[in-house]
């Protein structure tokens, strides 16, 4: 059953006229997308820088309004235009995680206050800080980390508490933005090893943005590859990773590095 389903979604923006008289352009960032996201999978998003990748999540979360088509989530219509009361329902069943730990997090705050804030805003009941203890420890963190500062952590520790922050109130969904790209390669490891190991135990269903494509093949089950804001190829990840049916995935996949061991 799909938890998150998309038909037909449209993002066009003005862009500047030519002249002052001219007809209005537009250009379009995203272009009749249609997209499902069964319960408790994970399906990885790739494509080149401007493919469109980050405005169908947008539009899928609601952060921004699609020109047309449409957006559920468990059956129930997405109405980005409805305001932020109107979607309180929807905020406390996706948790997001952003690519720039640092600057997702509140330098004035502490990481108590940080990663509890969802609990608050979402007005979810209960003993708010023995939930934030908690999930910092879900997340590889000792429960008195609390009290510091996010300067005071290395960036593999910030995008711990930024993940910590995403799933702090329970959600059903986590939808990671490129969660791993400011990181170095062996804290990216082992935060794609805490990733797998917290949507395996809670059950969570996952929607993964990445240009780094060995990192959704070892997360995802589903991946969609973009292109110019369209939606070229789906399907299961190791039929399209490793049988590609469209010429475009097929250039994504061979620009990707390759060390010789000879010169290693």
Known sequence: MSLLRARGLTRRYPAPKATVFGPRVFTTGLEDADLDVDEGSAVGIIGESGSGKSTLVRLLLALDTPTSGTVEFDGRPVDAAAGARALHWLRRQTGIVFQDPYASLDPRMSVGRIVGEPLWALGIEGDRRARVREVLEDVGLEAGMAARFPHEFSGGQRQR????????????????????????????????????????????????????????????????????????????????????????????????????????
């Open 161 to 264: 508490i930024a993940l910590a922050r995403a799933l702090v109130h329970r959600p059903r969904l986590l939808v990671g933005d490129e969660p791993l790209s400011a990181l170095d390669v062996t804290v990216r490891a082992q935060i794609l090893e805490l990733i797998g190991e917290l949507r395996a135990r809670d059950g969570l269903t996952l929607l993964l943005v990445s240009h780094d494509i060995g990192v959704v093949q070892n997360l995802c089950d589903q991946v969609v590859v973009m292109k110019d804001g369209r939606i070229v190829e789906e399907g299961p990840t190791e039929a399209v990773l490793l049988q590609p049916q469209v010429s475009y995935t097929r250039r994504l996949l061979a620009s990707i590095p390759v060390i010789d061991p000879g010169t290693a």
